[in-house]
Each structure stands twice: as C-alpha cells, then as structure tokens.
C-alpha cells in the first residue's frame, strides 16, 4: 500500500513543448525576403548560419539569466579606494562575445579594398532584429557604439586612435587602458535631472585648458552602460550645447572624473546597466563643432533610432512565434487554439502587423546604405515616425501574445514577461513618441522636397490595392492643420501604415508566382483591408476586424515548426 502522505503522481496534458533550438533566419520568410529585397542577398547564407546560433536553446538560456541577475554596482573595493567597477553575470558576456564575433556593433563600418561593403547595414540590422528575439539588454552598448562611429569618422584624430579598436570582432570587457584592449564600446550620455528631452537646458559645464581639452562638471540623469570604454555627452561650452568625447580612462590610464552614483532600477532591461553620474574635472575633447552639439550627436541618434526599430520589429516577430506556437498544441473547448475562428482572427492580425514592423524596419536599414539626396531626405522623416509607430505598436502586441499564452505567458518562467516589460524602452529612449512626431512634423516642414520624395515612394505602390489608393489620396491631401502638433500623431501613423503597405505591396508583386515565398499577397491585401479601411473597424484592438479569409495560408508563411 502506498504511504498516503506520499503525493501520487499526476500525468501532464494539453501543454505547450518548449520552443527552442530553431533557426530564427529561415523560419521567418518576411525576413529573408526583405533581406534580397533591400540589397543584402548575397549575406543570407552567414545569417542563416546567424540565425541557428542564435536561434539556440543556450542562447535564449543567457537571455534568461542575464535578466535574472543584473549587473551589480561595486564603489570601492577593499582598500576603501573609489572603482565604480561593474559585476555582470557570465551570460552576459556569453551574449556581447556572439554580438561581437558577429560584427552586430560595429560591421558595416569595416571596409573591402578601401570601399563600403554592399548591403552591410541591411545584413547587420537583420542580424539585430534576430537578436533582439533573445535578449535586449545588451543590445544598448551594441547599437551606441554602430551609431557612434558615424560620429567619431569626422574627427580624423578619434577615427585614428578609436574607430579600428570599435570595428574589432573581438568583445573585451577589462577596466584597462584602451590600447591594451582587443575590442571597445561607446556609450552616451544626454539627459539630465531638471530638463529630460530638452536637453538645451543642460547645465554640465565645459571648461576649456590650455592644451584644448575640456573638463566637465556636472552630471547625467541617464548615462548608458557605464562600463563602456568611452561615451559622447553634451555639456555647455562657452559657445553653448556641445558634444563631447570622454573616455572611461585617461590618457595615462588612471580612472576619469565619472562618479558613477547608482544604477538604474529599470521596469525591464534589466540586464543593461544604466547609471546615473556626476562628472568631477571629468577630462573629454571636444567633438564636432562647438556649440552645434545636439546635431553632432544626433549624427549618431539617428542609427541609434533605427536600432529602436528593429529591436521592436524583433521582439514583435518573437512574440508572434510563441503565440503561434502555443496555439498548435494548446487546445481548448475541444480543438486546438489555432483551429478557432476567434483566435485565427487575432493571430492573423498579430502576423500582419509584425511582418509590416519588419518589412518597414527592413527598407529604413537600405536608407542608411546611400548618401543619394533623395535617401536621406527620406530617411529623415522615416526613421522618426517609424520609431514613433513600430515602437508603440510592439507595446499592445506583446500584451496580447501574452494574453494567449494565459497565466503562463505572465510568468517569468517564459520569455513573454520579459518581453512586454522590454518594450517600452524603445518608445522612451532616444525621444518619445512626442518628441518623434514633431521630428517628422520639422523634417516636412523644413523641406518641401520631403512631401515630394515620401509621396513618389508610395506613388509606386498606386494601382494595386483600392484600400491603399483611397488612403494615399487622402494622405496627399492631408490638410495644412496636419502639420501643427495637434495633428501630429495622426499625421505621422497615416505616414507609417501608408509606408508598410507599400512595402508590403511591393513585395507582393515582386513574388507573384514564385513558389519559394508563399502568402505575401494575402499579407498585403489583408493589411490594406484592414489597416487603410476605414470602415474596418481597425485601431481598437487586436483581432477587431474579424478572421482573414486566408488565416492558415499566413500562419504556414509566418512560422514554418
């Protein structure tokens, strides 16, 4: 007789199987499509190889415990002595060594025979938008130090000294002087306690020496990863705002004046170290022109915000895969989830919508591969209210792949908790959804090209889809109320959905009748249905706008198990 203390064991049914050890390149066809698309085909074979690596199940394992045990602030050590040292868990920088061997922070820098590699921007945001399915915490010093050397190139003394240590694949996370380094990282500081977004109002000082240094006094309300080897940060010089390059490290190789004061308790990105620091004679050079600060250092906002995007696009395209994957094996009420009219017409929405994140993300990566007057007209608007609308999206759609995982997708257990806490940072960080919009507002009020360009973009997506002529009609002529701050956010999400139907459009009739990419006309026409329609009903929730007629044909393009 069994002892009725002992608790008999029950059988588990009806549970989803882990999901892991997959290649996250070939199984996402909106992917691999917008790669040749935006001129990167000839690297679909190293992302592949990318995509498995990643795709891992001790890759997604790092993830998880990086996030379960952030890094730890250490002042002093032993002597008594000021250190400001960082402890980050190994699998941190299990991660950092993947992004550094893959050139994820610094490769479409490095140059063949003297030239620019093709298509190296769009590989490399392919390969972010990859990562960001595992984890994004380490994705900040990644993508500040893409953005900063676009910055450091225009200083022929930082691009001789810094730039070939910044393109190394090689990640070294020692506290020691630069030239005895393998690899280094740049962070930024701009925001500070009494100004936020406006950073005009800084009031970090800049001193200027005899020898043309500056030393800064002051502090940063939000200084990102201290433990990076350097960072830019704005300060007011006796001209105005200015950029500053400041090392963690002095020439000599003793500690700078960066007081690190605490670590950032963050909703999530919680195995990022963000820190707030007072600066004391902290020694910097001056970056760029004096006075013209803010431009110079959103010389390096602008790849920055793209990374928003696709780190957004990512976490989008991770979510959607659980909630697909779940409602294979799940069942409930006597069928499978998937199998249910209800649940088809949110998947199929959540699909639209994170193929849409993912082709717009896509295109905006091709602007930054071209100095053409034209792609940089359009790169302007386009990266700000991509930013503005892909990154706010991705919020409402992680809540709801969470939702259909049900109690369990709001356990920590799975990554969809860290997910829906990690949104939001994009919206936030490197201007909000405000700050975005009167960004596109400025770009088409500062040129009148701008109209010109955005407007011959979609042009070539006319003809195809009478929801989306209808919209671009009305978009064409949005009224002159569109360009003040009241309208802005309904000026800039016109902008954005008209983009991803184009895109998406495009894609379409660019595939027409070939086997390999199944479904990307039922993706364009179900978006343009249901997002440019407006007697859809689209906008209030998820799944609002009822099942697609083609539910299964885009599950079988979305996720292929």
């Not at 450091?152 to 240590?165: E, F, G, I, S």
């Not at 009420?333 to 993300?361: K, N, W, Y």
Request: hydrophobic residues 40%.
């Amino acid at each position: 007789m069994p002892d009725p203390a002992t608790p008999v064991a029950q059988a588990v049914s009806n549970q989803t199987p882990p999901l892991c050890d997959y290649n996250l390149f070939t199984t996402d066809e909106a992917l691999s499509e917008a790669v040749k698309r935006e001129g990167a085909g000839a690297h679909a074979a190293q992302l592949a190889r990318d995509g498995a690596a990643i795709g891992c199940a001790a890759s997604f394992e790092h993830g998880r415990l990086a996030n379960r045990y952030p890094p730890v602030l250490q002042s002093f050590n032993v002597r008594g002595e000021r250190i400001d040292a960082l402890e980050f868990h190994p699998s941190w920088h299990a991660l950092m060594e993947g992004i550094a061997a893959r050139g994820y922070h610094s490769g479409p820098w490095a140059r063949e025979g003297g030239r620019p590699v093709a298509g190296a921007h769009v590989a490399r945001a392919a390969g972010y938008l990859m990562q960001a399915q595992v984890e994004c915490g380490t994705l900040c010093p990644t993508t500040m130090t893409y953005g900063a050397i676009a910055a450091l190139r225009r200083d022929p003394d930082l691009a001789r000294d810094w730039v070939p240590r910044l393109l190394t694949r090689s990640y070294d996370s020692r506290d020691i002087p630069i030239d005895k380094k393998h690899g280094a990282l740049v962070g930024m500081g701009m925001t500070e306690k009494q100004g936020g977004s406006d950073v005009r109002t800084n009031t970090t000082r800049a001193q200027r020496t005899a020898d043309g240094s500056y030393r800064l006094n002051g502090h940063k309300w939000f200084f990102s990863a201290p433990q990076c080897d350097a960072h830019l940060v704005l300060a007011q010089s006796e001209a105005g705002l200015s950029c500053f390059f400041m090392p963690r490290r002095l020439p000599d190789g003793t500690r700078n004046g960066i007081l690190i004061q605490r670590l950032k308790d963050k909703l999530g990105n919680r195995s990022n170290a963000s820190s707030e620091v007072e600066f004391a004679d902290a020694w910097a050079t001056l970056l760029g022109e004096e006075g013209r600060g803010v431009p110079t250092i959103l010389e390096m906002g602008i790849y920055t915000r793209l990374d928003c995007v696709l780190g957004s696009a990512g976490m989008m395209r991770q979510a959607v895969v659980q909630a697909l994957h779940h409602t294979r094996f799940r069942k409930a009420f006597g069928a499978p989830l998937r199998e249910q009219p209800l649940m088809q017409s949110v998947l199929a929405d959540l699909i639209l919508e994170s193929e849409a994140a993912t082709a717009l993300a896509m295109r905006l990566a091709r602007g930054f591969e071209s100095d053409a007057p034209s792609e940089a007209t359009l790169r302007r608007a386009l990266t700000s209210a991509a930013k503005f609308w892909v990154c706010k999206r991705g919020c409402e759609l992680a809540a709801e792949a969470m939702e259909i995982l049900g109690g369990n997708g709001y356990t920590e257990e799975l990554i969809l908790a860290r997910i829906a806490r990690e949104m939001p940072v994009n919206s936030i960080w490197e201007g909000s959804g405000n700050i975005m919009c009167l960004d596109v507002l400025r770009a088409f009020g500062k040129s009148p090209a701008t109209a010109e360009i955005v407007l011959h973009e979609l042009s070539t997506a006319r003809g195809e889809n009478r929801h989306f002529d209808a919209a671009f009609e009305r978009f064409a002529a949005f009224p002159s109320e569109g360009f003040s701050e009241a309208f802005a956010r309904r000026f800039v999400q016109g902008f954005v959905t008209l983009m991803q139907a184009q895109l998406l459009l495009g894609a379409a009739a660019s595939s027409a009748g070939a086997r390999a990419v199944p479904g990307a006309r039922a993706v364009a026409e179900a978006f343009c249905a249901s997002r440019l329609n407006p007697d859809a009903g689209w906008g209030a929730v998820f799944g609002a706008g009822g099942a697609s007629a083609d539910a299964e044909l885009l599950f079988e393009r979305a996720f292929k198990e």
